[in-house]
């Protein structure tokens, strides 16, 4: 490869850094629920991306391509610490139904809306990830459920399985995650 090629090559990352790096900085804060890694990890993307920028195809989908390193970037960050996410049990319908709350402004319910924030953060993380990943993809994201089948390399019937699975997860994750708030008030 000639020093030109390549210093075009730089400057075509350094360029998706620019568009990228703060999705996919959030995508993995949303997921790991760490800064630090997140951070990490995505520099860690974008240095995979730069070597192996020559086997991207002129047509490829560059977003979809580093989100892929990145969702293979935090598997293995995962496996790494040996970290294996609580199986959460699925909700019913109808507990899912009773956790729509409408919140005013007043300090109080803020307050209890970022506690809420952040145990849904946690619970988000707790995931296994072929479930958060398209949740956070879809949440998040705000992707199509087409552009997450692409980008999962799954059918679109699969990710909207899971988006459903996931979503009936957290649920039960944030009620048993309020019971337990309950009980130690209680025992207090």
């Known amino acids: 490869m000639t ?13 998706w850094v620019n568009l990228y790096s703060t999705e996919l900085y959030n995508y993995c804060v949303v ?4 800064r630090q890694d997140a951070e990490d990890l995505v520099q860690v993307t974008f240095l995979k991306a730069y070597k192996n920028v020559e086997t991207l195809k ?7 391509w580093l989100f892929t390193i990145l ?5 293995d960050h995962l496996r790494k610490l040996g970290r294996q996410p609580e199986t959460l049990e699925l909700a019913s319908e109808q507990e899912l139904e009773n956790t729509l709350v409408d919140l005013s402004n007043n300090p109080e319910e803020a307050l209890i809306k970022k506690d809420t924030m952040t ?10 990830d072929h479930f958060a990943s398209p ?54």
């Open 31 to 34: 997921r790991l629920h760490n």
């Open 119 to 128: 145990r849904l953060a946690l619970g988000i993380a707790a995931l296994p």
């Open 135 to 188: 949740l956070i993809l879809r949440e998040v994201r705000e992707m199509s459920y087409q552009e997450i089948a692409s980008m999962l390399s799954i059918p679109v019937g699969t990710v909207m399985s899971r988006l459903s699975r996931a979503r009936k997860m957290l649920v039960n994750y944030m009620n048993q995650d309020a019971a337990l708030d309950k009980s130690s008030v209680q025992g207090e």
């Open 71 to 75: 969702l293979n970037n935090i598997r």
């Open 3 to 15: 020093f030109g090629a390549k210093k075009s090559q730089q400057r075509e990352v350094e360029e």
């Open 58 to 64: 002129p047509s490829s989908n560059i977003k979809a």
